[in-house]
T-cell receptor, first 113, second 112 residues
Framework: GEDVEQSLFLSVREGDSSVINCTYT??????LYWYKQEPGAGLQLLTY?????DMKQDQRLTVLLNKKDKHLSLRIADTQTGDSAIYFC?????????????FGTGTRLTIIP | DADVTQTPRNRITKTGKRIMLECSQT?????MYWYRQDPGLGLRLIYY???????NKGEISDGYSVSRQAQAKFSLSLESAIPNQTALYFC???????????FGAGTRLSVL
């Protein structure tokens, strides 16, 4: 079956850029997503990218997709304490009628003052 | 008000008890999902439903059952709870071609 992998932890100094990486195995992925989970809360969509795109930028967030290597990354510029959370990568397959997401393990981002 | 509401938010129960977790949504979506979150394992899909008459098993359905009472309601039951079902449970909904999923705040379940 499909598999999505992420590192479990990342620590970054406040003001630096954070880069969270994700690899996936399903070559038929249509959309890839980044979700954020703050303590005590559910997952909230941060951004997504369509599989025919290489990059998407949204304010402090930059998503890079390398479809050949099946690698997705999320860069957060000027990381702030409010960015402390768990970040999940997820992918959705192409075949209509099979709209399940496969999630990674999540990366816990810790901000160092 | 939240678009996806889960009740209860926290539950402590004993081994062997039957419990139900409830989810309701106001987004008008047809698709609903139940996930379980465990540290270091991410989210794993328990059951999903693409409409009221459609129920499908996910990757970890053993020990769980679901009921889709209406488009807006999807409940998860543990017929006989066991300690390794202690986890954080999330309900989600989705609609549209981009398949963006919207999550409830979660139910923290402890089975003693």
């Amino acid at each position: 079956g499909e598999d999505v992998e992420q590192s479990l932890f990342l620590s970054v100094r406040e003001g630096d850029s954070s880069v969270i990486n994700c690899t996936y195995t399903d070559s038929s992925s249509t959309y890839l997503y980044w979700y954020k989970q703050e303590p005590g809360a559910g997952l909230q969509l941060l951004t997504y990218i369509f599989s025919n795109m290489d990059m998407k930028q949204d304010q402090r967030l930059t998503v890079l997709l390398n479809k050949k290597d099946k690698h997705l990354s999320l860069r957060i510029a000027d990381t702030q304490t409010g960015d402390s959370a768990i970040y999940f990568c997820a992918e959705s397959p192409t075949n209509f009628g099979n709209e399940k997401l496969t999630f990674g393990t999540g990366t816990r981002l810790t901000i160092i003052p | 008000d939240a678009d996806v509401t889960q009740t209860p938010r926290n539950r402590i129960t004993k081994t062997g008890k039957r419990i139900m977790l409830e989810c309701s949504q106001t987004k008008g979506h047809d698709r609903m999902y139940w996930y379980r979150q465990d540290p270091g394992l991410g989210l794993r899909l328990i059951y999903y439903s693409f409409d009221v008459k459609d129920i499908n098993k996910g990757e970890i359905s053993d020990g769980y059952s679901v009921s889709r009472q209406a488009q807006a309601k999807f409940s998860l039951s543990l017929e006989s709870a066991i300690p390794n079902q202690t986890a954080l449970y999330f309900c989600a909904t989705s609609g549209g071609a981009k398949n963006i999923q919207y999550f409830g705040a979660g139910t923290r379940l402890s089975v003693l």
